[in-house]
């Protein structure tokens, strides 16, 4: 028997809070592994190489570069289009589970952008084919690609010929690109040819996604799990599940839905200070973001030109942005963490931020005899 929703527990905005850092690794930095964190985490943006790298610092005690870019070679880790359509670091088994429930996604992301009238009458069928054909061949570039398609469907722009490839197909970015300070463009492959026999995986339900969303994310409403995934058709995943999750009522009266024995700290957990990454999980995995970020502060992390800028976290809440500047003066180099408060820092917490700020510049660090320091905007 379903419980009244009245009668059910409400869990206030800081309860959401500290619920999600436990389980995003941010009240406490955990001794994991880069495959073990980055399967627990559900994923990891990776729209730009060096913020998922600044992501398990953040999250991983004693996280070195050298980990992750050796994941990634060793094809435990790839770097492709999954949740929302966007640049993911995932686990191969995940890659290869998830990817074709995302399909939908990847097809409605190609219909609203400007390739559909470039599009329009071609025969995407033999355009895909053609295309898969020639990464069997060997891996290309997204232009590469679109050019050697582009001498069979002359008159046709190469790059929408491109991007219907790789909203086609699971195309994997081979590293290093991906890797840390790697700009160049990525060269791609089928993710099958990419990870070849030695990895298998069975296919995940929706049900699954769900289950492991709110495990790394939770508690959620359905609105937050399709704003996680792209996805639709979460209501009835929830009602099929909804045995065997616990269900619990938001500050506004929203449905919240947690798995039984997720962590749900004490609302009063201290949260010690974080720097989180340029387009971290964190801020990109939910509806109602104000379990992290004030709707004031909004436009100041998302800018106008689709940037997500990195954010300082105090007591849990978004107080402020960060990010590297680099720059060169007699006798060498300099790299300062330039801090930008929404508020007025205590002088404890302005303190915790720049012991943070200056253990990033340790590991972000370009060279030895680098100079670093922090300043606040």
């Not at 509806?287 to 300082?312: C, Y």
């Amino acid at each position: 028997m379903a419980i009244p929703r009245a009668a059910r527990e409400v869990l206030s905005l800081r309860a959401l809070n500290r619920a999600t850092l436990a389980r995003q690794m941010l009240l406490e930095r955990r001794k994991l592994s880069v495959p073990q964190a980055i399967e627990r985490l559900a994923g990891l943006q990776a729209q730009a190489p060096n913020p998922p790298y600044i992501g398990l610092w953040s999250r991983i005690e004693g996280f070195r570069r050298d980990q992750l870019t050796e994941a990634l070679r060793r094809r435990r880790i790839v770097r492709m289009s999954t949740l929302r359509a966007t640049l993911h670091l995932m686990i191969a088994q995940d890659a290869l589970a998830w990817r074709p429930l995302l399909e939908p996604v990847h097809q409605r992301g190609l219909l609203g952008s400007t390739h559909k009238k470039e599009l329009e009458g071609l025969d995407r069928a033999a355009v895909i084919a053609a295309g898969r054909a020639l990464l069997g061949e060997q891996p290309r570039t997204g232009a590469e690609l679109g050019q050697a398609l582009g001498l069979r469907w002359t008159g046709r722009e190469t790059a929408s010929l491109a991007a219907l490839i790789r909203n086609n197909l699971p195309l994997v970015h081979l590293p290093p690109a991906g890797t840390w300070n790697s700009h160049q463009n990525a060269v791609l492959q089928p993710l099958g040819d990419w990870l070849g026999e030695a990895v298998e995986a069975a296919p995940a339900t929706q049900d699954d996604m769900l289950l492991r969303y709110l495990a790394a994310f939770g508690p959620a409403t359905l609105a937050d799990a399709g704003a996680w995934s792209g996805l639709t058709g979460w209501k009835a995943v929830a009602e099929r599940l909804r045995p065997q999750l616990r269900v619990f009522a938001g500050e506004d009266g929203q449905e919240l839905f947690d798995l039984p024995r997720a962590p749900r700290p004490d609302p009063d957990t201290p949260a010690p200070p974080r720097l989180v990454a340029e387009w971290d999980n964190l801020l990109l995995s939910h509806a109602d973001r104000s379990r992290i970020l004030s709707e004031a502060h909004r436009a100041r992390v998302f800018t106008l030109n689709g940037i997500v800028r990195g954010t300082v976290l105090l007591d849990g809440f978004v107080a402020g942005t960060w990010k590297i500047e680099r720059g060169k003066l007699k006798g060498g180099n300099t790299a300062t963490v330039l801090l930008e408060p929404f508020g007025r820092w205590s002088k404890a917490d302005r303190a915790g931020v720049e012991k943070e700020a200056l253990d990033l510049l340790a590991f972000a660090s370009d060279g030895e005899g680098e100079r670093h320091a922090v300043r606040l905007a």
